[in-house]
């Protein structure tokens, strides 16, 4: 089945030391997103690629950095994991940036990143 | 920046009841989205909306486009143990950047 698959489900890394998380999809979508949720809240969109171009939220701390190397991969590093960046991390695409016609999101199952 | 009310917060019912929650905006929304996290999991897409008025049903699950554009409900009928976890509706606003906008998510739990 086509999808969206994260890997590793559960990261755990030390204070301070770079952190890398993977997101790969088969249904061949333009956008991939990543997320940030934390406990009982709601996703908060950190960036985006519409396919080679990459967009930024203006809130986006400069410690999180993403990848894109071809269609199918996007990769979220995180420079210097501090407490607060303990979340769960959400890949997502969709055909088109959404919005438009009838395109939507498809969610990863996401990786629990947690920061001793 | 256009935001989205969701209510109720939080629900526990019995099984078997229906469930109603929904989510409203002071803005126009293009698309409404409702989604089901589970514990460790990512946000499932259960329903998608696209046209004002537009209702539509997924099993037991009925969702609908409010007319003004600004609303969007969904119910749940005859609940089970399984239909436990957080909904999320979220939506495109007019500004067509491609952002998802969420509310804040339901929380329901149902008792056998």
């Known amino acids: 089945d086509a999808m969206v698959i994260q890997n590793p489900r559960y990261q755990v890394t030390q204070f301070g030391k770079p952190v890398t998380l993977s997101c790969s999809q088969t249904l061949n979508h333009n956008v991939m997103y990543w997320y940030q949720q934390k406990s009982s809240q709601a996703p908060k969109l950190l960036f985006h690629?519409?396919?080679?171009?990459?967009?930024n939220e203006a809130d986006t701390p400069d410690n999180f950095q993403s990848r894109r190397p071809n269609t199918s991969f996007c990769f979220l590093d995180i420079r210097s994991p501090g407490l607060g960046d303990a979340a769960m991390y959400l890949c997502?695409?969709?055909?088109?940036?959404?919005?438009?016609?009838?395109?939507?999101?498809?969610f990863g199952p996401g990786t629990r990143l947690t920061v001793l | 920046g256009q935001q989205l009310n969701q209510s109720p917060q939080s629900m526990f019912i019995q099984e078997g009841e229906d469930v109603s929650m929904n989510c409203t905006s002071s803005?126009?929304?293009?698309?409404w989205l409702w989604y089901k996290q589970e514990p460790g999991e990512g946000p499932v897409l259960l329903i998608a909306?696209?046209?004002?008025?537009e209702l539509t049903s997924n099993g037991r699950l009925t969702a609908q486009f409010g007319i003004t554009r600004k609303d969007s409900f969904l119910n749940i009928s005859a609940s089970i143990p399984s239909d436990v976890g957080i909904y999320f509706c979220a939506g495109h606003g007019s500004s067509n950047t491609g952002k998802l906008i969420f509310g804040q998510g339901t929380t329901l739990q149902v008792k056998p």
């Open positions: 690629y519409y396919d080679k171009d990459f967009n």
């Open positions: 803005s126009i929304f293009n698309t």
């Open positions: 997502a695409t969709s055909r088109d940036l959404t919005g438009s016609g009838t395109d939507t999101q498809y």
């Open positions: 909306l696209y046209k004002a008025g």
